[in-house]
């Protein structure tokens, strides 16, 4: 983002989580409120990053450990005749599919709470940044027209 | 040759732009679209990630994706396959029918070595400005508020307002719809709040206004509010109490229960069901303020259409499920979830008979609707029976079609008001006199 920015700026979804990294702006006058603001929306970042980078990488690795096993229990290699890479239909895959859904349902139920927590935390402080500065603006404003 | 990417976006000054691009990117061969990506988007627009998310009955309006897709046949399409980091396949295929869509092996999927959330346009791997810009904001709160299942909702609460065996009263029926549309509105704008990190994660849902961060929390919130409350207002004095407490609570049950539910066990399917029944139930209250058996009737119809569509829908997106932890019956119960389709596409036929039973319709209406729901049923069986992706999609395509024709159908069949007085049917003569004395 240009340095003479003064807004926050969100880039393109992340190559392993999925998520759209943001960068935040840090304005002179930032004030405690903004800033408390400002770190809740990082952390929330930097925890979802480390959460589905992880998360879709053991995904992706587990397929692939299930397709290898499958494979040879068939008897056929990771890779046929024309170098391409051997696959298993989608019924075949079902069975991963459910055997991974429920390995991670704690791991799930347990984001899920956070991720509420964070979520309800950063939007109740928006909402008091957004007061405070629209309080500071009306008198802002009434000062300007008694003057 | 000539190849056309036909975009079904949602903005459709964004058309000309992208054609650009794409343009652009036929010649750089960098950015890649998986075809069985392209064809989610088009099918599930109504759905919702929530395609996950879940279904709100849909309408007439419903025809035109199906028709989309039929044009599919006629045009040319680019297939790309991501380009990963080993590259695997680089190839470009035209596909110009159906068929050679259905021959998309689910390999495509598997052979890369990320998670193929969709590369997106060149326009997508910028970093954009976190700025509102009031030009953009129709659009953006109409992607919000899922404008289009919205007018879905709206059509079905519209088509249980006409069947009520009432005279049809104008403005009650427009500020219904109004209100029943204000209070969607809302709770899809609270479902995406919900679910920005899940959305993420799947293809269906990953151009949402939040997930693209074209809007903040707090301004999807506000929204959400200021539909809602005028909404259910709308409905509770401008129509009746108990419409608006219908509203309410289904409010409550999208965004509260249905939402949370989907991660953590499948009745979420159960309750989502419900959530989709209650809009006809909704128009019916509107018109007579009670709810009789005609409306349970409506939301029976309803609920039971939920289930084979969404189940034939949700059995192409295990992967994405699987990986964005839903709990949903195509993958952790597979068994469970045809036989469920196809035990609720026999069920439409039992509620279709009983209409007539109940007077809200003629004994037409039973006869007329057998063919097409024999048909939903069959396929259903074969879903049933194949439980492969041809099976779940001919099902899904089906129900697309089916339920605005059983409306249909079922509003040309309704009983005339005045036929049940000339028989001397007591009941509604009196009701009759009831609604005389209690509309003003």
Redesign the interface.
Known sequence: ?PAH?R???????D??????P??FYVPPEESALERRLREARQEAQAS?QRF?AR??RA??QE?EEF?YSRLKAKGLEMRDESG??A?????E??D???D???K??K???Q??RD??KR?FR??FL??QV?LVRALRWLRRRKKNVEQ | GLFVWRLRSTGVRQIPHRFVHLYHIANDRSITFQYFNFLKRMYVTQYNKDLSQRAKPKSDSIVSPFHELRQLDQEKKVVHKISPVSP??QSWSETSSRNELREM???AE??D???P?GA?SKE????????LRLDDLPGILARLSKIKLTALVVSTASTGFAMAPVPFELTRFLVASLGTGLASCAANSINQ??E??FD??MNRT?NRPL???QI???LA?CFAASCGVPGIALLTLGVNPLTGALGAFNIFLYTCCYT?LK??SIANTWVGAVVGAIPPIMGWTAATGSLDAGALLLGGILYSWQFPHFNALSWGL??D???G???MMS??H?GLCRRVALRHCLALIGLSTVAPVLDITTWTFPIISLPINLYISYLGFRFYRD???SSSRKLFFCSLWHLPMLLLVMFTCKKSVLEKEDKGDLPGRSRERAMEIRLP
């Open positions: 983002p920015s807004s926050d700026w969100i880039g393109p979804p190559k392993h989580s999925n998520l759209r943001v960068i979802n589905w998360h879709n995904f992706r397929k397709i391409q890479k696959t298993l239909n989608a019924e895959m079902a991963f599919y459910k991974f859904l429920s991670n349902l791991k799930h139920l984001y899920n991720w509420y979520n950063i939007t928006m909402g957004a | 695997v396949h092996k689910s390999a598997t052979e070595s990320v998670i959330v997106g997508d791997r910028q970093w954009k400005e976190m700025k709040f919900f920005v990190p993420s994660n990953k997930v693209r961060g903040s929390p707090l919130v949370p991660r953590m295990r992967e499920y699987s990986r932890g839903y709990c993958v952790t597979p439980a492969d992706r």
